[in-house]
């Protein structure tokens, strides 16, 4: 029997295609796989450097660490690290004292009012609008928290006509790109409600831009004082956006107006264009000003509390 099975074995394979023809298919394969392992080095490999390898990480916790915007030094390092911040002894707080009212409720439907009232604009007003109080509004933003107190952003304020007009030639040529090509057919057809398209007048209508930029790093003063290393910002996207709603906030508080944008594909030339550090990226680009008086807004309803609220 055994004999029978050894025969029956040797006859197929020596009747394999896969044998006769071994000598082709090895190369092909032996190409593939250094194809497939390039492209993945190519694609891929900067990034698998920030994952949690840790055996200490993964098995504590029974699964990685969360928080995919973390880009700390994930190696055991030979050394004992110093904080980027200066230790400072922590002094007592005792809670909100300005407040919109003392009844915390009426407070805080004082302040939904002002929220709820808030429309993205598109089309702006020539009347002029006081620095000072985009400025301020600005300096109400970079109260927000953020990861480690790192504060990872900045906010480029663009009143100059001539720049504004560079950001407009730079954001439509992009815009009419990703209106015929880049977005989805079923993206293009969302926005039509909204009536946008790659035309923005806006850009040069509002009396300021307001363009925020994610600093993916930062820089702390070595020991010596001589020289300046790499500071890491941690969860700086997340950070960066808080910012940003207490923005426009701000903005709405002031009796401004604004619309959020997020210019798809402009941010390294808008980068150039401010001259920024390679550490800071384009999250949003916000126009300010007041409505123009033929201003109009989609008939939209905000979803109720039911809907966005689970009790527990």
Same mark, same amino acid.
């Given at each position: ?10 006859? *197929?394979?020596?009747?394999? =295609? ?7 298919? *090895? ?12 492209? &993945? ?24 660490? &969360? ?10 390092? &030979? ?13 007592? +707080?005792?809670? =909100? ?15 939904? =009012? ?9 089309? *702006? ?26 504060? @990872? ?22 815009? *009419? ?15 039509? @409600?909204?009536?946008?398209?790659? !035309? ?6 509002? @009396? ?8 993916? +790093? ?16 941690? +969860?700086?996207? !997340? ?74």
């Amino acid at each position: 029997m055994a004999s029978y099975l050894e025969d029956l074995v040797d006859r *197929f394979i020596s009747s394999s =295609a896969l044998v006769t023809y071994w000598n082709y298919i *090895f190369p092909v394969l032996v190409g593939l796989y250094l194809a497939i392992t390039l492209y &993945d080095k190519h694609r891929y490999g900067h990034k698998k450097k920030l994952r949690i390898t840790e055996p200490a990480a993964t098995e504590k916790s029974g699964s990685k660490l &969360d928080g995919i915007e973390y880009v700390g030094d994930l190696e055991n390092a &030979d050394y004992d690290p110093l904080p980027a911040l200066e230790d400072k002894p922590h002094v007592p +707080y005792t809670g =909100a004292t300005v407040i919109l009212a003392e009844d915390p409720l009426e407070a805080a439907d004082r302040f939904y =009012a002002i929220a709820n009232n808030r429309r993205s604009v598109r089309k *702006f007003s020539s009347r002029p609008v006081d620095v000072t109080v985009v400025e301020r509004c600005i300096q109400v933003a970079g109260t927000a928290p953020s990861g480690a107190h790192t504060e @990872p952003w900045t906010f480029c304020l663009v009143s100059d006509p001539s720049i504004k007009a560079s950001i407009r030639e730079i954001i439509e040529a992009e815009e *009419f790109v990703n209106y015929t090509q880049r977005m989805a057919k079923q993206w293009v057809t969302d926005l039509r @409600p909204i009536r946008t398209n790659h !035309i923005k007048e806006y850009l040069t209508e509002a @009396p300021h831009l307001v363009l925020v930029f994610k600093q993916t +790093y930062g820089y702390k003063a070595d020991s010596d004082g001589s020289s300046a290393s790499k500071k890491q910002h941690y +969860y700086n996207e !997340i950070s960066t956006s808080i910012a940003t709603g207490m923005l426009l906030c701000a903005f709405q508080c002031a009796g401004l107006s604004s619309l959020v944008t997020t210019p798809l594909n402009c941010g390294p030339a808008l980068r150039t264009l401010l001259e920024r550090p390679p550490n800071e990226k384009l999250l949003v680009l916000l126009p300010v000003g007041y409505p123009a008086e033929d201003c109009t807004v989609p008939d939209l309803q905000r979803k109720p509390l039911e809907d966005i609220m689970v009790r527990y």
